[in-house]
């Protein structure tokens, strides 16, 4: 990658942890895992203000969206059909919505360096 170009902030609503973490993650890849670790990351990454929009669905009565989107399939059933805890699942992770989308970048962060490790 050039130095003077940084990848990273093309991503919509990156936040500082994210930021340091792919940092870190991607300090020992070569230059072509790099762009395959991009390509990858690209696709799997969700933006920490669609997981806010989402979770705001859950008071129109469409609870658990942000646990769909976030591959956390049994809770957005357990959501969906208890209304979010009764809305009080909704309100907690409306207020934890970076935290949310922040593990599961990680997540999605730690497969792509997997697959572009592989890669080489």
Sequence with gaps: ??????PYMS?????S???T????????????QAR?????YASKRRNPQDIMFATLAGFLGVSGVQRFMTD?????ILYFF???FCFIGTIVDLINYKTIANDYNRQMA????NIAKMSN
Excluded: H, K, V
Aim: zero cysteines; glycine letters at 10%.
């Design 1 to 6: 990658m050039n130095a003077y170009q940084n």
């Design 11 to 15: 991503f919509d609503g990156i936040t």
């Design 17 to 19: 942890e994210e930021y």
């Design 21 to 32: 973490f792919l940092q870190q993650a991607t300090a020992s890849l070569t230059e072509d």
């Design 36 to 40: 395959t670790f991009m390509s990858f």
């Design 72 to 76: 956390q399939i049994g809770m957005g």
């Design 82 to 84: 208890t209304a979010g």
């Design 110 to 113: 730690y497969e792509s360096f």
